[in-house]
């Protein structure tokens, strides 16, 4: 999966005392993306000797270090040395070579969308502020404190025997084939979020669900958990028509085109291909 980067390390322990260095990592996303700089073909992330200066108001905020190097997010537009730099959509992550690098991007588009929604408080609309001794903002007005919030998300592979149930959503752009996944709600334990999405979904009962594994995804804020449970093929499949286009059930070896492994459903369907599932 993407965010499995080792040897390489990205550490998101907070501090707030951190000022930049030369060497340091510089994110900076716009309407068009994330500010790469490009050298014969080769991406990497903009570190401060990369730029002229930053603007005068520039307000950067530290996000984690990656391979013990911090990274600062920056709002205002920098001015950068030479014109080796490129903006690129965030989904670029899908074709960099380099994983560390996506993994970083996506990563660091998380907590920019976090601060981003969070430049004033929900309580008094009041400007906020960077908490300093930790993750949070905070409002001087109101002293409502704001921590990252991140969201609960089932995934679930649907199996029986040698089948897998895979589906198409209603939105989906590439035509791929994924698993069935959804939000937790209110009250709900994970186990009872996978039974109510492949209900809601395929109309179908499911048994004997087990954990596999979990993965963090930055482009939704959630927190993909995943699990495998098991159905009765012969059951009639009722899909819901605002959400699926299709749902079918698929024999190992006969798997149409489905999303690739740098997601948690891609992956849990390889291993259901190879049988290890």
């Given at each position: 999966?993407?965010n ?15 000022s ?6 510089i ?43 911090p ?6 537009k ?8 490129v903006?690129k ?8 070579p380099?994983k560390?690098?996506?993994?970083l991007?996506?990563?660091g588009?998380?907590f ?23 993750r949070?903002?905070?409002?001087p ?10 969201a ?15 589906i198409?959503g ?10 069935i996944?959804g939000?937790v ?14 209900a809601?979904e395929?109309?179908?009962e499911v048994?004997?669900i ?25 059951e ?8 699926v286009?299709e749902?079918?059930w ?28």
């Open positions: 999966m993407i499995e980067i080792s040897p390489n390390i990205i550490n998101v322990q907070f501090s707030g005392n951190k930049i260095s030369e060497n340091d990592y994110l900076y996303y716009n309407e068009e993306g994330l500010l790469w700089k490009v050298i014969e073909n080769e991406f990497s992330i903009p570190q401060k000797t990369d730029f002229e200066a930053f603007p005068g108001n520039a307000e950067a905020v530290f996000l984690f270090t990656f391979n013990n190097i990274c600062f997010l920056l709002r205002d920098p001015k950068t040395k030479g014109e080796n730099f903006f959509d965030i989904t670029f992550f899908r074709a960099m380099d560390e690098l996506a993994w991007s996506l990563l588009y998380q920019k969308y976090w601060y981003q929604s969070n430049r004033y408080c929900g309580k008094c609309a009041a400007a906020t502020l960077h908490k300093t001794d930790e949070a903002i905070v409002c007005s109101c002293n409502t404190v704001k921590y990252p919030l991140i609960p998300a089932i995934i679930v592979a649907v199996i029986c025997n040698h089948k897998i149930l895979l198409r209603m939105e989906s752009r590439v035509g791929w084939h994924t698993l996944a939000y709600d209110f009250g709900e334990t994970l186990e009872q979020a996978v039974k109510r999405e492949v809601e395929v109309g179908l048994k004997n087990r954990y596999y594994k979990s993965q963090p995804w930055p482009l939704s804020g959630s927190m993909m958990i995943g699990f495998v449970a098991e159905a009765d093929e012969n009639p499949i009722k899909i819901d028509e605002k959400e286009s749902a079918v698929f024999h190992r070896g006969e798997l149409p085109p489905f999303s690739p492994s740098l997601s948690i459903a891609g992956e849990m369907i390889e291993k259901f291909e190879r049988g290890e599932l």
